[in-house]
């Protein structure tokens, strides 16, 4: 087949300014660690060190918590739904005028292609503060109960495939709903939320309304595991979301929990091949594969899977993998070592249990961290590649024969958060929605999102809802619901 040679485009990294080392965002100013050490944060594309932040120490993460307590007692916890509905638009806006800058960052630091961090995870950062700020004055009509009021101080931990967007998808709705925050991004990917505490001073929010702590676990931990914690939100692994139901039962602290997923995206022969192709594609080789919600199984209907199977490689074959500052790149670097090192150690699993595994052959880069896009055939049910989340670039195919048959694959896995229907039947559609034990169901699309649609789980996919009106509804107490 005929491939186009494109010539590079590369984004410019000089609208980056990057600080040799970061401190900590507490109170409305960078402070120095208390008792803290520092790490480094790498591009994972050249294994170049971006910069130093700092591994906060629980005496930080305390004065966060202080700082966050004392924004809300005082100016914060007093102000009207309508002043800080203006806050929320003006950082909606700064996030627009600098996305560029963010965009560039995110790429730098994540690994993620430009073109993804420019065309997804900035404009709907903004769009997730932009529907939020609308909602800041309206609280007591979003159907929510009788008087909503904020839960105070909220803990919010965050993964590193969305890191700006987790970002957003968190702040902007305590925020709108009169919380105050202690947030710690992900060991791997501080810069962008560093970068957010900019934004933060430059909307001139009072200070401690938002407080940015880095560090790995133990700081996240710290934040957990503080008493004067009102909510946490924790989007992550499931492994970790399990320790921290534990950590808080009995405790007063609320949670909402979003987890790991497997997701099926099911093919039937009636759909409109080339575009469900497109959707497998964007369904597990956007972001690397990176994505919680990712249509990591393919479950097609067995008289069309080799047809099937065919045009996947065929297009496969030119998606171009590089240096993620290329405009023209599709998939990016693996985000750590770490990770590359759990996708290694699932697909060599993946074939000792005897799938056939197929990769597009592309060079890759000499140096960085990266994987092939992968797809394994003749995977069965009880496969660890399809029943563990790899969460890289690898697609596990299943075949199915009637509908219930699809379901029952599709819901045989300790997750549910999101899946995939492709069929020219809208009656089966409503069907499929209704069976499948998922948080989210596309119908012929797949990887949407909206800030206002609600976004979450089913069993180990965790529990809570971010986005929309049911988004909100974590971030307040009401006089029905306490
Ligand atoms: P992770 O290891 O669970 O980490 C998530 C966050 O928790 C990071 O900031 C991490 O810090 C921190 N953390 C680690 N141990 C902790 C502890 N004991 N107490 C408190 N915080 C702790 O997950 P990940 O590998 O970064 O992210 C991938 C996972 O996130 C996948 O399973 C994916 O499905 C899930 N995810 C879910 C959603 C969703 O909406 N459902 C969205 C995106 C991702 P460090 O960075 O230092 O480890
Ligand atoms: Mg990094």
Known sequence: MAKFEYAPAPESRAVVDLAPSYGLFINGEFTESQGGSAFKTVNPATEEVLSEVTDASAADVDRAVAAARRAYNGAWGRMSGADRGKYLFR??????????????????????????????????????????????????????????????????????????????????????????????????????????????????????????????????????????????????????????????AGTRKKATLELGGKAANIIFEDAAIDQAVEGIVNGIFFNQGHVCCAGSRLLVQENIAADVERRLKRRLETLRVGDPLDKNTDVGAINSKAQLSRITELTDAGEAEGAERWDNGCELPAKGFWFRPTVFTGVSQTHRIAQEEIFGPVLSVLTFRTPQEAVAKANNTPYGLSAGVWTEKGSRILWMADQLRAGVVWANTFNKFDPTSPFGGYKESGYGREGGRHGLSAYVTTESNG
């Open 91 to 248: 950082i909606a806006r700064i996030l627009q005028e600098r996305a560029r800058e963010f965009a560039v960052l995110e790429t730098l630091d994540n690994g993620k292609p430009i073109k993804e961090s420019r065309d997804v995870d900035v404009p709907l950062a903004a769009a997730h503060f932009f529907y939020h700020a609308g909602w800041a004055d309206k609280l007591e009509y979003a159907g929510l109960g009788t008087n909503p009021r904020a839960h105070g101080v909220v803990g919010q931990v965050i993964p590193w495939n969305f890191p700006l967007l987790m970002l957003a998808w968190k702040i902007a709705p305590a925020l709108a709903t009169g919380n105050t925050v202690v947030l710690k991004p992900a060991e791997t990917t501080p810069l962008t939320a560093l970068l957010f505490a900019d934004v933060v001073q430059q909307a001139d929010l009072p200070p401690g309304v938002v407080n940015i702590v880095t560090g790995a676990g133990a700081t996240g931990q710290a934040i957990v595991d503080h008493p004067d914690i009102d909510k946490l939100a924790f989007t992550g692994s499931t492994g970790v979301g399990k320790m921290i139901a534990r950590s808080i």
